[in-house]
């Protein structure tokens, strides 16, 4: 017997019975897979339209506006659980006392008086079905009078507010019908009343199906402004989105997102967000346990972020900055140059199209030390800040005039020789005076007929016997340069592939690593070249629709009365700088307050000293604010009547019957102090205050950068 109960066929047979041939199994061939081994399921799209019918309503500048929920401006009186639950339920119980009394005749019989006064007499006999309703439902009257009353006093809708119901559901679960068509963002309605009906379907079907992402939304939408204004026109427009869909209108890179991302960004609003404002009560209530967020609006003005090493400067600042405007350049809404010492985790190379790694000869691109230029005193002008800006006088009106002039001198005629700037190795020569370069110049000066370039020539021969010439002084920067580590670098021969900032009228992330390791005066001589170039070239651009930034880690030795001036006029070019620095002792004192006053977001992180608090103190001001004088006096009863009083006020409100006397008065004071900016900011905190580019701006406030 098997396990089943069936017999076995070896019980009645000697031999099993063989079964007959047949043709063999043929296996069936297993499905097509649909995607590649390992790769997950394509998305939806419910994601996507989630986050593109998120609500964004206006915020106060700053304020993390992806699904914000507006705050009052003022907070409202919170009375403590403890003396609001007493009070309702002293509150109910004199509404019990106070029926009861009516209910047993205790008070007399007036309040049955407008009773007795409107039913008629016939309903009055005993018995009556008319009259026992009429006197209930009186009876409920009154007991509801009894309870809206003391309702109110004892404040029950506050109760059913912060403990019942509506408390138990903090985040409603939002409303996930789709809007109507024509107030749908994922339905493109601009470009249904445009008459692009065939591309917004286009469009909408590839939001539907997960194939749109949020970069491809704003770029196309950046697209779209373009034909809006006129720079493009709809019939190509339309071409391309019925061609591509969502990949329409590509980034010359052909990349539509980032490697990885580490900030939460928005770039239907251009934010991305660095933290959340503590709940403080040195922040106003509207900004407190709120997401803060910076976007171009804010950058336009310049930030200034100060700290110490390990505060958070690049890893909770600089880098969710460089990450937005790379995403921003991909939509072509942005141009981004991020300098930085190599190895500070300013993003893979991947996410940059141009990587200049100076000293280093795996570098693919080089920088051009002229910014692109064929202006001779253009050019003189920015070499003269790079090299010695730090050198001049630091009063705000100072200037390097002489330098640019020495500088000029000299490009103008190699350039009218040789068709294009010296080299490194050759400004050297022509600044220490060399006789062979300064004689070769001169004579192809003379054959070409150069009349003006021999007099400009002779005049900085001349200055050379001076004792007082900053030949010299250039001559020692260049130097800096003229190091075998640099060899390939800053070549002028046309042989490399070298970048100008010339470039920024475009769309393009570019990234530049600056050789610290054992060169640091090379480095911050070329930190203040790249911001000289950038402030010379988004000023001179003639489309300034593109919003162009740059991030500069570590700006110490950067920061000179000419740099101060550029970094004032990027405001009205559409561009700005994020610059950040271990102390303001970096920065010249005299330079400290036109700095500060130049950018319009300020920053200062967990850890910063107290004479850098008191800069900053100093340029956020003072705020009038009430202060209050509470005096206590306690109540010493003397009665037993009155001793029972205070007992049963003592179980009510856990505290001494006290007579208080409070005294307000207005008051000016620091809204942050130098201590308090030294002592009182915990780790990983800052304070911060902003300025967008149309004048609003945001008083200080404590920001918690680790959420």
């Known amino acids: 017997m098997n396990s089943d109960g069936t017999q076995d066929a070896r019980g009645t047979h000697a031999h099993p019975v063989p079964r007959p041939a047949g043709p063999p199994d043929v296996p069936m061939a297993p499905p097509r897979p649909t995607r590649a081994p390992g790769m997950p399921p394509p998305p939806d799209g419910s994601a996507f339209l989630a986050w593109l019918r998120t609500p964004r309503p206006k915020a106060l500048p700053g304020v993390w506006r992806f699904g914000h929920r507006p705050r009052p401006e003022e907070e409202p009186e919170r009375v403590p659980g403890r003396q609001l639950l007493s009070g309702a339920l002293i509150a109910f119980l004199v509404g019990w006392l106070i029926w009861s009394l009516l209910w047993n005749g205790y008070l007399g019989g007036w309040w049955l008086l407008p009773l007795y006064a409107m039913i008629p007499d016939s309903w009055a006999e005993p018995h009556s079905f008319g009259a026992v309703v009429v006197v209930y439902a009186y009876y409920v009257l009154i007991a509801g009078i009894i309870m809206v009353g003391v309702g109110r006093l004892g404040r029950w809708s506050e109760i059913w507010r912060r403990y019942g119901p509506p408390a138990w559901r903090r985040d409603p679960a939002r409303d996930q019908r789709p809007p109507a068509p024509e107030a749908d963002p994922a339905a493109w309605p601009a470009l249904r009343a445009a008459g692009a009906a065939d591309a917004a379907e286009r469009l909408a079907a590839d939001a539907r199906a997960g194939l749109m992402r949020d970069v491809d939304q704003a770029r196309i939408a950046r697209a779209w402004q373009g034909v809006r204004n006129g720079r493009h026109s709809l019939a190509a427009f339309t071409g391309a989105v019925l061609a591509d869909g969502a990949a329409a209108c590509p980034h010359p890179s052909g990349a539509r997102d980032l490697p990885a991302r580490q900030a939460r960004h928005d770039l239907l609003t251009g934010q991305v967000r660095i933290g959340t404002t503590a709940d403080d009560p040195r922040n106003p209530y509207a900004y407190r346990g709120t997401g803060l967020a910076l976007g171009p609006e804010l950058l336009g003005t310049s930030l200034l972020a100060v700290g110490p090493a390990g505060s958070g400067k690049t890893g909770g600042v600089v880098r969710p900055l460089a990450e937005s405007l790379c995403l921003h350049a991909l939509a072509g809404k942005a141009a981004v140059v991020v300098v930085g010492a190599a190895g500070a985790g300013l993003g893979d190379s991947d996410a940059y199209d141009v990587v200049v790694r100076i000293g280093n000869p795996e570098s693919v691109y080089d920088l051009d030390l002229y910014g692109g230029t064929t202006d001779p005193d253009e050019a003189a002008a920015v070499l003269a800040e790079a090299l010695v800006g730090d050198l001049a006088d630091p009063h705000p009106g100072s200037d390097s005039r002489r330098s640019t002039t020495v500088l000029a001198q000299l490009l103008g005629p190699f350039r009218a020789v040789h068709g294009r700037f010296p080299s490194v190795p050759e400004l050297r020569q022509l600044l220490d005076g060399a006789p062979g370069p300064l004689a070769a110049l001169r004579s192809g000066l003379q054959a070409a007929g150069q009349e003006s370039l021999l007099r400009e020539l002779d005049a900085r021969e001349r200055q050379m016997a001076h004792p007082g010439d900053v030949g010299g002084t250039l001559a020692d920067r260049v130097a800096l340069l003229d190091r075998p580590a640099f060899a390939g670098f800053f070549d002028t021969s046309g042989q490399s ?211």
Do not use: Y
Request: proline share 6%; net charge positive; charged share 25%.
């Open 497 to 707: 592939r070298p970048f100008s900032l010339k470039a920024l009228d475009h769309p393009v992330r570019v990234r530049v690593d600056l050789p610290q390791r054992g060169h640091a005066d090379a480095s911050r001589m070329l930190a203040r070249l790249v911001l000289a170039q950038f402030t010379a070239s988004v000023t001179v651009r003639e489309d300034r629709s593109l919003f162009a930034c740059l991030v500069l880690d570590d700006a110490a030795g950067v920061v000179t009365p000419e740099a101060v001036r550029g970094i004032q006029r990027l405001r009205s070019a559409n561009a700005g700088a994020v610059l950040t620095l271990r102390t303001l002792d970096d920065v010249p004192r005299p330079l400290r307050g036109p700095l500060l006053g130049a950018t319009g977001c300020r920053m200062a992180l967990s850890g910063v000293t107290p004479w850098d608090g008191q800069d900053f103190a100093e340029v956020w001001g003072k705020e009038w604010t009430e202060a209050r004088d509470v005096t206590d006096r306690q109540i010493i009863a003397e009665s037993p009547a009155g001793k029972a009083a205070h007992a049963l006020r003592r179980a009510i409100t856990g505290k001494a019957p006290t007579a208080r006397a409070v005294t307000v008065r207005q008051v000016e004071r620091e809204r942050w102090s130098a201590s308090e900016l030294a002592h009182a900011v915990p780790a990983g905190h800052a304070v911060l205050s902003l300025t967008d580019v149309k004048g609003e701006h945001a008083p200080p406030l404590l920001v918690d950068l680790r959420e």
